[in-house]
């Protein structure tokens, strides 16, 4: 069976907002190599509304020579988490809309690699608190922001997790894996 898998940038205060402001000084060939091994064990990608939303009107408008991520991001099936978007106009984009969980465990029975979800902290947080994420890959970076949306902000009580691989790259960030104890 199929695991749903996420990978966020975060801060050392827990801050995942925004990391194209605070996180590319910390960008070197170690992250590149992590980032790449987690994109390249989906071929699936499921968002939140607003991570997806953010993704569509980015990806399809950026070149993909000069980009190699550009053909992975728009050709990879997609799924969406929401309530509120009727429509989705990025290509290979699918409309959750039902039960999550129901949907969820259907993607993944079906064959395949992983379900990747990049980003979507919301979704993340709550797939995590419903016992639906099976991995959180996080890429902790050595610096605090102060303030943003935190992933954890208390509201979800207690969820124990156990570390499964860790690694430090040269810049000081932490590579950590996290399974549901």
């Known amino acids: 069976m199929r695991k749903i898998v996420a990978g966020l940038f ?5 801050v995942v ?3 194209e402001k605070w996180h590319f ?4 060939d170690e992250m590149g190599q992590s980032v790449g091994a987690l994109i390249q064990s989906s071929d699936v990608m499921l968002l939140g509304r607003q991570t997806y939303l953010e993704f569509a009107a980015h990806w399809p408008n950026q070149d993909p020579a000069t980009d190699p991520l550009v053909d992975v991001m728009n050709n990879k099936p997609k799924y969406v988490a929401t309530t509120t978007l009727e429509t989705a106009d990025w290509q290979n984009t699918t409309l959750l809309k039902g039960d999550l969980a129901d949907e969820l465990d259907t993607l993944k029975r079906q064959p395949g690699k992983d379900i990747g979800i990049t980003g979507s902290p919301t979704l993340v947080t709550s797939l995590l608190r419903d016992g639906l994420l099976d991995e959180l890959h996080l890429l902790v970076h050595p610096i605090v922001i102060g303030s943003g949306k935190r992933l954890f902000d208390g509201a979800y009580g207690q969820i124990p997790l156990k570390l499964t691989t860790s690694k430090t790259f040269s810049t000081g960030v932490l590579n950590l894996t996290y399974e549901r104890a």
């Open 10 to 14: 975060i801060s050392l205060d827990g």
């Open 17 to 19: 907002e925004s990391p």
């Open 25 to 28: 000084p910390y960008f070197n």
